[in-house]
T-cell receptor, first 110, second 113 residues
Framework: GDSVTQMEGPVTLSEEAFLTINCTYT??????LFWYVQYPGEGLQLLLK?????DKGSNKGFEATYRKETTSFHLEKGSVQVSDSAVYFC?????????FGTGTRLTIIP | NAGVMQNPRHLVRRRGQEARLRCSPM?????VYWYRQLPEEGLKFMVY????????ESGMPKERFSAEFPKEGPSILRIQQVVRGDSAAYFC???????????FGQGTRLTVV
């Protein structure tokens, strides 16, 4: 079945550091790919998405490119802020079902 | 347009009691999904419903758990005879009929004591 594997956490970075959170997937078809963010005590919010190969999703300084050849959708940001501290989930959508990775907790220290 | 509304936000039940979790999807959304998040884990798909129909319940435990999405009113996730292992955050998401982007509620945190 479909699955998503993402970088184990927790990840701790200093403010203004470069961020990469790795995500790879396994799927039988051609899924859409997503990054969701969960702030403490909140539900998930869609951060960005890509619906086909080579698409780049971007939002709030975050980017991820749909790489079909490596089945990856790594999340990047050039300069993180304290307010980016949250749990980040990579997900794929196929057949009306979202499959999530286990999440990566990110902490940014001033 | 209000977002996905879940209630209650927090629910405490004793072992053996029933838990009823409610989810009102966004206006115009006819697809509802329920997910469970155990502490320090990702979200696990439970069930996907459209109005009055269960489309996919492959992630739902076979016993004690049931879900409905009636023609009128919210979607309900019902857990009978709760056990400590049911303690988790339960998230509902909704989407429009032809889109695969899901919008999440803030979740119901169930604690079984």
């Amino acid at each position: 079945g479909d699955s998503v594997t993402q970088m184990e956490g927790p990840v701790t970075l200093s403010e203004e550091a470069f961020l990469t959170i790795n995500c790879t997937y396994t799927a039988t078809g051609y899924p859409s790919l997503f990054w969701y963010v969960q702030y403490p005590g909140e539900g998930l919010q869609l951060l960005l998405k890509a619906t086909k190969a080579d698409d780049k999703g971007s939002n709030k300084g975050f980017e991820a490119t749909y790489r079909k050849e490596t089945t990856s959708f790594h999340l990047e940001k050039g300069s993180v802020q304290v307010s980016d501290s949250a749990v980040y989930f990579c997900a794929l959508s196929q057949n009306e079902k979202l499959t999530f990775g286990t999440g990566t907790r990110l902490t940014i220290i001033p | 347009n209000a977002g996905v509304m879940q209630n209650p936000r927090h629910l405490v039940r004793r072992r053996g009691q029933e838990a009823r979790l409610r989810c009102s999807p966004m206006k115009g959304h006819s697809h509802v999904y329920w997910y469970r998040q155990l502490p320090e884990e990702g979200l696990k798909f439970m069930v996907y419903l459209q109005k009055e129909n269960i489309i996919d319940e492959s992630g739902m435990p076979k016993e004690r758990f049931s879900a409905e999405f009636p023609k009128e009113g919210p979607s309900i996730l019902r857990i009978q005879q709760v056990v400590r292992g049911d303690s988790a955050a339960y998230f509902c998401a909704s989407s429009p009929s032809i889109s695969n982007e899901a919008f999440f509620g803030q979740g119901t945190r169930l604690t079984v004591v």
